[in-house]
């Protein structure tokens, strides 16, 4: 089973099929930051409106990508492992999953608290990135986690709204 964090819920999706190597990235322009993404990658049950509600996901190629948003605090750390842990007990149950430790590391120029996992032998990340009053989570899944994750955290370009950003204060 394939997982999906939203920065305020969670939801499971059905795992896409586990093949292939990776294709090119494009850019994918978000209200107030941009992210790379691989071209593959579809809208999953989401579109760009849902991520102004706070959630989108990707799904292709083996892969899934679930951006969403949240006002509040930045997750480091335990309080990371501790965020993380809760979804997947709620998530999860009667499955097998390992966390391993937080890392605190960059996303473009920002500041990023990094969780990775596996759910059933299938890899995950978990980031979680400051940008503006909102803070950005990215679930990525699939093959070759390791550069691509390192990838898309490194795109990673916040460029708040001023007007949306007193809205959020």
């Known amino acids: 089973m394939a997982l999906v964090l939203a920065g305020c819920g969670h939801r499971a999706v059905a795992p896409p099929a586990m093949p292939s190597p990776a294709s090119e990235f494009r850019r994918l322009e978000l ?7 691989l071209a593959g990658l579809g809208m ?13 996901t990707m799904l292709g190629s083996g892969r899934l990508l679930e951006v969403s948003w949240h006002v509040g605090s930045l997750y480091l750390g335990d309080q990371l492992t501790q965020v993380v842990r809760a979804r997947m007990a709620a998530s999860f149950q009667g499955h ?3 966390l391993r430790a ?3 590391t960059a996303a473009g120029v920002h500041l990023a608290g990094v969780l990775e996992f596996t ?7 978990f980031a979680n990135i400051g940008c503006g009053e909102r803070v950005v989570v990215v679930v990525i899944g699939g093959p070759q986690l390791a550069a691509l994750r390192a990838h898309v955290l ?3 370009d916040c460029r708040p709204v001023p007007a949306t950003e007193l809205a959020l204060q």
Not at 31 to 37: K, L
Not at 51 to 56: F, H, K, N
Not at 119 to 125: L, Q, T
């Open 31 to 37: 209200p107030g930051f941009s992210i790379d993404v």
């Open 44 to 56: 999953g049950d989401g579109n760009i409106a849902d991520y102004r509600a706070g959630d989108v």
């Open 96 to 98: 097998r999953y390992e």
């Open 102 to 104: 937080p890392q605190t």
């Open 119 to 125: 759910i059933d032998d299938r890899e995950f990340a």
């Open 154 to 156: 490194r795109s990673f």
